[in-house]
């Protein structure tokens, strides 16, 4: 079975776009077939990959308002072996124009399912805001993956968006659930770093990643060279930490798999 996790907070700067670049890369890498899906109008993910948003003719804009097929508006990076659905500017009009369209919250749901067969991940990079692309997101996944930043008010919008979360889960997707929230730039010399963590997991029991991402500057130098961490620095705090990730999420989906029978 496919996996589909949107990487969702409606804060900027999490780590969101960082965790799902780094991620998929490492997932790719231990044999996984990976589909990143750029929802930002920022287009952060894309030029993560060294792609220039400014070139993008096909994308996500084109797959969820002009019904173009999904293989003409996903790229392969051979090399990597990852494909991305990227983003454009033109994105950030897409939140008006959908707001007339009909079946508005699940065209990405519907948009991916040709797509299905050919991946076992497809990650979903949101934009920091609980918007239509957002809640699109929500409706097409299986589950989220919630990246925190290990800073004060950490836990701010968090109550918004598990709320959020539930009235999907009631309205339109019985089975989204919350597969995790992921700690990212832990300061291993800052205390408040593990207060963070602490006051996370009171109230989120059970729901943190064991992986805890460190801030690590490889991590923030990597987008500029075009590279996921596993081809900039793999031997890197950073990168050992998201290696760390993919497996700990590997395992337990086979785990899940193993109960549900797939
Ligand atoms: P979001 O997608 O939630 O807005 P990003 O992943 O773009 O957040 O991260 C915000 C900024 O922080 C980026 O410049 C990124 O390179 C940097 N960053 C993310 N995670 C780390 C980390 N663990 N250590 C250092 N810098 C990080
Ligand atoms: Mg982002």
Not at 13 to 33: D, E, F, M, P, S
Not at 99 to 123: G, M
Not at 140 to 169: H, K
């Amino acid at each position: 079975m496919t996996h589909i996790y949107a990487l969702v907070n409606q804060k900027g700067g999490v780590g969101k776009t960082t965790t799902t670049i780094n991620l998929g890369a490492y997932l790719a890498q231990l044999g996984q077939r990976v589909l990143l899906v750029d929802m930002d109008a920022q287009a952060n993910a894309t030029s993560c990959l060294g792609i220039d948003k400014r070139t993008v003719e096909s994308g996500i804009y084109e797959l969820l308002m002009d019904d173009k097929p999904i293989a003409d508006c996903t790229l392969v990076n051979t090399k990597l072996n990852i494909s991305i659905i990227p983003s454009s500017p033109s994105l950030s009009g897409a939140e008006v124009e959908l707001v007339n369209e009909l079946a508005r919250e699940s065209r990405l749901k519907t948009r991916l399912k040709p797509a299905l067969k050919q991946f076992d991940y497809i990650l979903l990079d949101c934009p920091p805001a609980l918007s239509l692309l957002t809640l699109n997101a929500l409706v097409a996944a299986e589950a989220v993956i919630i990246p925190v930043q290990c800073e004060y008010l950490a836990l701010e919008g968090l109550g918004q968006l598990a709320q959020t979360i539930n009235r999907v889960r009631s309205a339109m997707n019985t089975h989204l659930h919350i597969r995790g929230l992921l700690m990212t730039m832990f300061d291993v010399r800052a205390t408040l770093s593990t207060q963070v963590v602490e006051e996370v997991r009171k109230h989120f029991p059970g729901k943190i990643f064991h992986t805890i991402i460190p801030r690590n500057v490889r991590l923030a130098e990597a987008p500029s060279h075009g590279l996921p961490i596993s081809a900039f620095a793999p031997s890197s705090p950073g990168g050992q930490a998201y290696l760390a990730l993919a497996e700990e999420l590997l395992k337990g989906d086979k785990k899940l798999d193993a109960s549900r029978g797939d």
